[in-house]
């Protein structure tokens, strides 16, 4: 039972412009969302996270939005550069669960100069 | 953030042996987490290790396979034991750390180690 869903493999983006990854959850007691990037050869970096009580969060060129009505969230890149380049992971956790981590299958972002 | 160190960093095994990862952390942490990445998958968490107990294992994962010691509060190893090409992933430690606001804790990681069993 895949409790997180990305449901793109991959994506690819123009330099400069935005790229939005998508992911599908669930469970409706997941309580807080990350994302992650990764590179091959390294282990995943986090780089923005959100509670489930607000619908957006933003860091820099990097905003992640909520919907828990549809069970839903985004992280926006813009402007999009090279060496965004990676695989992103979200993932999810409850609160209850001693820190435990969901992932989705990752997509492969290809930002092109 | 936190500094996770992670050995060996890559490894070619023959099948039917074991292989243990070693993985430190730079501050004391109380759970430590081993995460598995298939090829082409997402990341699976194997079991939470914490210090002075035995580790937590995930549905579909066993201590006689993944044994996990946690001797202290900085250290923790991961051994694949009798391993199969199956076993063949990327093998990744994890630990959290608080960060804005009480519940808000963010998860690093090792550099992960590349197994491959032959």
């Known amino acids: 039972d895949q409790q997180v869903k990305q449901n793109s493999p991959s994506l690819s983006v123009q330099e400069g412009r935005i790229s939005i990854l998508n992911c599908d959850y669930t469970?409706?007691?997941?309580?807080?969302f990350l994302w992650y990037k990764k590179y091959p050869a390294e282990g995943p970096t986090f780089l923005i996270s959100?509670?489930?009580?607000?619908d957006k969060n933003e860091d820099g060129r990097f905003t992640v939005f909520l919907n828990k009505s549809a069970k839903h969230l985004s992280l926006h890149i813009v402007p999009s550069q090279p060496g965004d380049s990676a695989v992103y992971f979200c993932a999810a956790s409850r609160y209850n669960q001693g820190g435990k981590l969901i992932f989705g299958q990752g997509t492969e972002l290809s930002v092109k100069p | 953030s936190a500094v996770i160190s992670q050995k060996p960093s890559r490894d070619i095994c023959q099948r039917g042996t074991s292989l243990t990862i070693q993985c430190q952390v730079d501050s004391q942490v109380t759970m430590m987490f081993w995460y598995r990445q298939q090829p082409g998958q997402s990341l699976t968490l194997i079991a939470t290790a914490n210090q002075g107990s035995e580790a937590t294992y995930e549905s579909g994962f066993v201590i006689d396979k993944f044994p996990i010691s946690r001797p202290n509060l900085t250290f923790s190893t991961l051994t694949v034991s009798n391993m199969s090409p199956e076993d063949s992933s990327i093998y990744l430690c994890?630990?959290?750390?608080?960060?804005?606001?009480?519940?808000?804790?963010?998860?690093?990681f090792g550099q992960g180690t590349r197994l491959t069993v032959v």
């Open positions: 959100i509670s489930s009580i607000k």
């Open positions: 469970n409706s007691m997941f309580d807080y």
């Open positions: 994890s630990v959290r750390r608080q960060g804005r606001g009480r519940r808000n804790t963010e998860a690093f």
